[in-house]
């Protein structure tokens, strides 16, 4: 079983309120990166973190941000939510060396 | 801007049969080129990767073909199962660069029939 877990893994929230998603990964895995998967497409980069340090970030605008803390959990926050925000939220988590395993997601829908 | 195209969208094959799934890519630094399956529910799972330096990569009944000069690489199912039913997503990053994204092309809804 995978070693991200997030919560929530639904919620529903109003157009313009805020969001917080959050994602615990394995010790050793310093990096840490977000994506958004729309219905029937593939997840698009939104940004990652490197040892608590944002080091690339995806076409996101600046209401989307996010936060790695020491115990290799992380965050994303979302501002002003807009309904083309709804999707599934993946975090995914890697070490120095491996390949990222992925989260089963927060399905987020803006009503 | 899609920087990786895959086809088809969609395959139904017989149980037994091969599915076979094309990707392109654009940016000629890649140089990493994962495939995921997800499945209903849950988020991607790391299948198969392959390095440019190699043409193919077999692990069980998955197989990657790559072809450098082409900028294309393929994912083969060998002897499809109906658990293989998922949608299956070509990737590719650059594996030395900061904030090393992967670039997902807009998956294949696999199905296969009993």
């Known amino acids: 079983e995978t070693g991200v877990t997030q919560s929530p893994t639904h919620l529903i929230k109003t157009r313009g309120q805020q969001v917080t998603l959050r994602c615990s990964s394995q010790?050793?895995?310093?990096?840490v990166s977000w994506y958004q998967q729309a219905l029937g497409q593939g997840p698009q980069f939104i940004f990652q973190?490197?040892?608590?340090?944002?080091?690339g970030r995806g076409n996101f605008p600046p209401r989307f941000s996010g936060l790695q803390f020491p115990n290799y959990s992380s965050e994303l926050n979302v501002n002003a939510l807009e309904l083309d925000d709804s999707a599934l939220y993946l975090c995914?988590?890697?070490?120095?060396?491996?390949?990222?395993?992925f989260g089963s997601g927060t399905r987020l829908t803006v009503v | 801007q899609q920087q990786v195209k895959q086809s088809p969208q969609s395959l139904i094959v017989q149980k037994g049969g091969i599915s076979i799934i094309n990707c392109a890519y654009e940016?000629?630094?890649?140089?990493?080129f994962p495939w995921y399956q997800q499945f209903p529910g849950k988020g991607p799972a790391l299948l198969i990767a392959?390095?440019?330096?190699?043409s193919e990569k077999k692990e069980g009944r998955f197989t990657i073909s790559f072809n450098k000069s082409a900028k294309q690489f393929s994912l083969h199912i060998m002897d499809s199962q109906p658990g293989d039913s998922a949608t299956y997503f070509c990737?590719?990053?650059?594996?030395?660069?900061?904030?090393?994204?992967?670039?997902f092309g807009g998956g294949t809804r696999v199905l296969v029939k009993p």
């Open positions: 995914a988590s890697s070490t120095d060396s491996g390949g990222y395993t």
């Open positions: 010790s050793g895995h310093n990096t």
């Open positions: 973190y490197y040892r608590e340090e944002e080091n």
């Open positions: 940016n000629t630094a890649f140089d990493y």
């Open positions: 392959i390095r440019p330096d190699v």
């Open positions: 990737a590719a990053s650059r594996v030395q660069a900061a904030g090393n994204k992967l670039t």
